[in-house]
């Protein structure tokens, strides 16, 4: 573990491109999404002057409406950019460098656009292995659900249930990166044998996911109680408005988290991934299990079947 932590590290810092890219359109967001809340607060204050209800009914419309803005800038904004982050990251990572000469953000939305030709694609290919993963979640979580009825360990499998869901947050990425390694397979084709690489291997690499999830919840931790320090001292300066700066906290140490350390925790799980599932080959009985339990991953067999070749393979 030492070494891959050493060599994600490496990784993740040549990326720094689209790091900073993460981190502008990130805090972006951060501002944009701080000054709805600021706009939604005074709606709120204004319509308390007609109701008291209708300033709940506001901030309940408020709760709701941003879920598929978030939604479209996640999909429209980041997705070629993740995607090509992990092109780049697989190819640090299996050759030491890029192709001379080449920008690493131009040449990983190259490399994305030339295997999945539409954007359409992508999305349509990461959500259905974002739904096998979860599936394949399912089934290690109901090994622990028969543990519910005991006195006492009813707290313990919620909690490990919450660091699996953090954990397993990076692994749809490191079967994605399987994609830019193997381009003489379909995106369908190598999204299947992925998905089952990782149902076949999932004890060691969840070993890094858990460690991963822990990561992920301690940091978001540190990073709000950071924030939260400025932000209770304005909010004892300006009581009135002293919930918007509780809001400010949490919204900007979620960026932060996600500007900063999911791209280094992204690198080491693809690493663990393709060091892992290296020499492995598909289990047909795996294949048959996931099928059995999830929907999505048929409609994954289905493509592999049907669809021809994306693109030649790269030299």
């Not at 993740?82 to 001379?100: D, M």
């Amino acid at each position: 573990m030492p070494a891959t932590l050493g060599h994600a590290a490496t990784i993740t810092l040549k990326t720094l491109p689209f790091i900073l890219i993460r981190m502008g359109l990130y805090l972006a967001f951060g501002f944009l999404f701080c000054l709805y809340w600021v706009v939604v607060f005074f709606l709120g204050q204004g319509a308390a002057v007609i109701h008291d209800y209708a300033r709940v009914a506001v901030w309940i419309i408020a709760l709701i409406l941003p879920f598929p803005l978030i939604k479209l800038f996640r999909e429209y904004f980041l997705y070629v950019l993740k995607t090509a982050h992990i092109a780049v990251i697989v190819q640090l990572a299996l050759h030491g460098s890029l192709p001379e000469g080449k920008r690493q953000v131009e040449w990983g939305k190259e490399k994305v656009m030339a295997r999945f030709k539409e954007t359409s694609v992508l999305f349509v290919v990461d959500r259905l292995i974002l739904g096998v993963i979860n599936a394949i979640n399912g089934m290690m979580q109901g090994m622990a659900n028969l543990f519910r009825g005991v006195p006492g360990l009813q707290s313990i499998v919620g909690l490990a249930k919450v660091i699996l869901r953090f954990s397993l947050t990076y692994i749809d990425e490191a079967v994605m990166a399987r994609n830019f390694m193997r381009e003489e397979e379909t995106v369908w084709q190598s999204a299947k044998t992925g998905l089952v690489l990782y149902a076949q291997s999932w004890k060691q690499i969840l070993k890094t996911a858990v460690f991963l999830g822990i990561a992920a919840i301690i940091s978001y931790g540190i990073l709000l109680v950071l924030y939260l320090i400025p932000f209770l001292g304005l909010a004892g300066l300006y009581p009135k408005f002293k919930i918007l700066f509780f809001v400010f906290a949490f919204i900007f140490a979620a960026v932060t988290k996600l500007a900063l350390f999911d791209p280094w925790a992204l690198t080491w799980m693809i690493l663990v991934y393709l060091k892992t599932t290296k020499e492995m080959v598909p289990d047909r009985s795996w294949e048959d299990k996931i099928a059995l339990v999830s929907k999505k991953f048929r409609q994954i067999q289905e493509k592999a079947l049907t669809s021809g070749p994306t693109r030649a393979p790269g030299p």
